[in-house]
């Protein structure tokens, strides 16, 4: 039986969070307002945005509505680097619980995504949120190294696990 667009999304997207999660306990423990921009978010604010788009995009799809002021049960930011992790995976379930109750049908209706014109929520989904989490993922990952850390390659092996598997085969 073929797989249904929702099953593939959810899927997708449970990878991502399998990386996002190795992300965040690669952090260092002692770095959560480490903030490279004065204006931009610190590491522990940017890893909670990733929370924050799986439940607020999640929430407002099935509210039917997206709006500045909705709050989202459950989304206080944690405040060390040890809590996020758990956090994410908790919000991750939540969310992915509430995408698995849409329909095939529902991916083609259209809502306005904040002040942006009506999207589908099929390009909300893999745009608004699967993308986006992609994107600020990558800048948590390069904040992981400016702060001292080591960022774990997700999508093949970073520099220094090239390194050891150079070391380990002798080459």
Same mark, same amino acid.
């Given at each position: 039986?073929?797989?249904?667009? *929702?099953?593939?999304? *959810?899927?997708?997207?449970?990878?991502? !969070?399998?990386?996002?999660?190795?992300?965040?306990? %690669?952090? /260092?423990? +002692?770095?959560?307002?480490?903030? /490279?921009? @004065?204006?931009?978010?610190?590491?522990?604010?940017?890893?909670?945005?990733?929370?924050?788009? +799986?439940?607020?995009?999640?929430?407002? *799809?099935? %509210?039917?509505?997206?709006?500045?002021?909705? =709050?989202? /049960?459950?989304?206080?930011?944690?405040?060390?680097?040890? %809590?996020?992790?758990?956090?994410?995976?908790? *919000?991750?379930?939540? !969310?992915?619980?509430?995408? #698995? =109750?849409?329909?095939? =049908?529902?991916? +083609? #209706?259209?809502?306005?995504?904040?002040?942006?014109?009506?999207?589908?929520? #099929?390009?909300?989904?893999?745009?608004?949120?699967?993308?986006?989490?992609?994107?600020?993922?990558?800048?948590?990952?390069?904040?992981?190294?400016?702060? $001292?850390?080591?960022?774990?390659?997700?999508?093949? /092996?970073?520099?220094?696990?090239? @390194?050891?598997?150079?070391?380990?085969? $002798?080459?």
């Amino acid at each position: 039986m073929a797989k249904s667009e *929702i099953d593939v999304f *959810i899927s997708t997207w449970d990878e991502e !969070a399998k990386k996002t999660v190795r992300l965040f306990q %690669a952090l /260092p423990r +002692d770095r959560y307002d480490f903030r /490279p921009d @004065a204006g931009g978010r610190s590491i522990g604010e940017l890893a909670w945005h990733l929370s924050e788009l +799986d439940g607020y995009v999640s929430y407002c *799809i099935e %509210a039917n509505n997206f709006a500045e002021d909705v =709050k989202v /049960p459950g989304m206080e930011r944690p405040r060390t680097v040890e %809590a996020l992790a758990p956090g994410y995976e908790r *919000i991750h379930a939540d !969310a992915v619980a509430r995408v #698995r =109750k849409l329909t095939e =049908k529902d991916l +083609d #209706r259209k809502l306005r995504f904040f002040d942006e014109q009506e999207m589908t929520i #099929r390009t909300i989904l893999w745009v608004g949120l699967l993308h986006h989490l992609i994107h600020h993922r990558g800048a948590l990952s390069f904040m992981c190294r400016l702060a $001292g850390g080591t960022s774990p390659g997700l999508y093949g /092996p970073n520099r220094e696990e090239m @390194a050891a598997m150079k070391a380990s085969s $002798g080459k």
